[in-house]
């Protein structure tokens, strides 16, 4: 069985307000400001061409700062580090080491990623967390100017590694990247809770067999 892990919020924690709330107290007093801004900046078209590598950080920066009237040495400052600021998350990291146990001692899953992640954070995060080196393949959006929900990202790591879609699971935290996933036939797991995730994962695992 293939098992395709996304990395926020699944593998790595992703606490956007949190991040504000440090930058911009003024602007995030409430949690609803707190997400509000959030959404403003990282739901927003310009930081999705950045996870797919269509512009560099300099741009993002440039073009929040004046949709958003902010000043950009403070957005700077907010986004240059996020890859630095990712903590992993440990349940699923050790729920990872238990798979890549199974793959050398059974062989019967293959670990993979398909995460949404401008390159500049990829890699950051392969230089830091060694864990990522227990994958068998994967695809960082910025690394192919492609982005999660569109087919085509999935659809190119299938190809690259020959993933048969009914022998697939897919794990993220984003509905529409789950749709995705499943409109391809592959199975998909939706991550709210991360300290669910084995559980999740072990009853699809069971029934696949």
Known sequence: MNIVFDFGAVLFGWHPEAMLARHFPHLTGTPAQARELAKSIFQHESWHNFDKGTVELED?????????????????????????????????????????????????????????????FARVLEKKHAFIDWFDGGIFSGDVKLGKPDPAIFELLAARHALAPERTIFIDDMPANVQAARDLGWQAIHCQQPEALAAQLQDVLKGSR
């Open 60 to 120: 993002v920066v440039a073009q929040t700062a004046e949709r958003l009237t902010l000043p950009a040495a403070a957005l700077h400052a907010l986004m240059a580090p996020i890859g630095d600021e990712l903590p992993p998350i440990d349940c699923n990291v050790d729920l990872l080491g238990q798979l890549r146990s199974r793959r050398e001692q059974a062989g019967d899953v293959r670990l993979y990623y398909l995460s949404n992640m401008p390159a500049p």
